[in-house]
Nanobody, 122 residues
């Protein structure tokens, strides 16, 4: 069964750090792009960062230099974990963060996680 499960969210003070994890079960993700999105309160979901199967990364301008996306695959090539290291957090980073995987040719993502809340206090 293919699924994405996020963890690592929480409450942190401005200037602090958090690391989000997304475990992607199922061999379908081994050679697929993965991404982190976020949805701030009252706003639409927005792209935060992407990583290709080869490790190429891309970031939204608002997080570049502060966030780092990375991926790690288990030795048996079955489980993929995608991380989002978030440093120098700001109150405007407060959002529900979602993991997405397997971008299709039409640009849509095939799979989404359930989301994890990140709250940054000032």
């Amino acid at each position: 069964q293919v699924q994405l499960v996020e963890s690592g969210g929480g409450l942190v003070q401005a200037g602090g750090s958090l690391r989000l994890s997304c475990v992607a079960s199922g061999s379908a993700f081994r050679d697929k792009s993965m991404a982190w999105y976020r949805q701030p309160p009252g706003n639409e979901r927005e792209l935060v960062a992407t990583v290709t199967w080869a490790g190429t990364t891309n970031y939204a301008a608002s997080v570049k230099g502060r966030f780092t996306i990375s991926r790690d695959i288990s030795r048996d090539n079955v489980k993929l974990t995608v991380y989002l290291q978030m440093n120098s957090l700001k109150p405007e980073d407060t959002a529900v963060y979602y993991c997405a995987g397997d971008r299709r040719q039409n640009g849509n993502w095939g799979y989404w996680g359930q989301g994890t809340q990140v709250t940054v206090s000032s």
